[in-house]
């Protein structure tokens, strides 16, 4: 409900459901905040996006845990490196990463925004999960070991 409560409510489906449906799929993380574009692109909407991202920093968190990625912000002049070398990013973005340039899909787990990298749909990451595996991809082009899984 605390969720539900800063969704715009128009249930427009632009996210594929209703803003109810919606609120439950981002407790359950099937689903990531930046699906409901109306928050992102309406004006009005900032100050709910921004409370929004507050209430779910938890879960994105617990999810980055779940991979083990480090991100440190600090050290990322955001370069781009990483962003281009992701499989997943190369795979799920064929007119951007797939081609050497910045991300131009909502499908990739790393881009740069503001100069620093930032992480999404990380239960897309080849170490995520079940059957992870040990992907390194992300980690050796970095030039100043802004990113790590510490627990190998
Ligand atoms: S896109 Fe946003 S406003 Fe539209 S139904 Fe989904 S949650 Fe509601
Ligand atoms: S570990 Fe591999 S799949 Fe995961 S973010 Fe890094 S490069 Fe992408
Ligand atoms: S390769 Fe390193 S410095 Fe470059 S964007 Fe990625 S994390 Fe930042």
């Given at each position: 409900m605390e969720i539900y409560k800063l969704l715009p409510?128009?249930?427009?489906?632009?996210?594929?459901?209703?803003?109810?449906?919606?609120?439950?799929?981002?407790?359950?993380?099937?689903?990531?905040l930046d699906k409901c574009t109306p928050l992102f692109e309406e004006e009005e909407y900032a100050e709910?996006?921004?409370?929004?991202?507050?209430?779910?920093?938890?879960?994105t968190e617990a999810e980055m845990t779940e991979t083990g990625l480090v991100i440190h912000e600090e050290l990322c002049f955001g370069c781009g490196?990483?962003?281009?070398?992701?499989?997943?990013?190369?795979?799920?973005?064929?007119?951007?990463?797939?081609?050497?340039?910045?991300?131009?899909?909502?499908?990739?787990?790393l881009k740069v925004e503001n100069g620093k990298v930032k992480a999404a749909n990380i239960k897309t990451?080849?170490?995520?999960?079940?059957?992870?595996?040990?992907?390194?991809?992300?980690?050796t082009p970095c030039p100043t070991k802004a990113i790590e899984f510490p627990g190998g």
């Open positions: 409510q128009t249930n427009c489906k632009k996210c594929g459901e209703t803003c109810m449906g919606f609120a439950f799929k981002l407790l359950s993380k099937d689903l990531t709910e996006k921004k409370e929004l991202e507050e209430l779910l920093k938890p879960i490196n990483c962003v281009v070398a992701c499989p997943v990013n190369v795979a799920e973005d064929p007119t951007g990463c797939a081609i050497g340039k910045g991300a131009s899909s909502d499908k990739v787990i990451c080849r170490r995520f999960g079940k059957y992870r595996i040990l992907c390194n991809a992300c980690i």
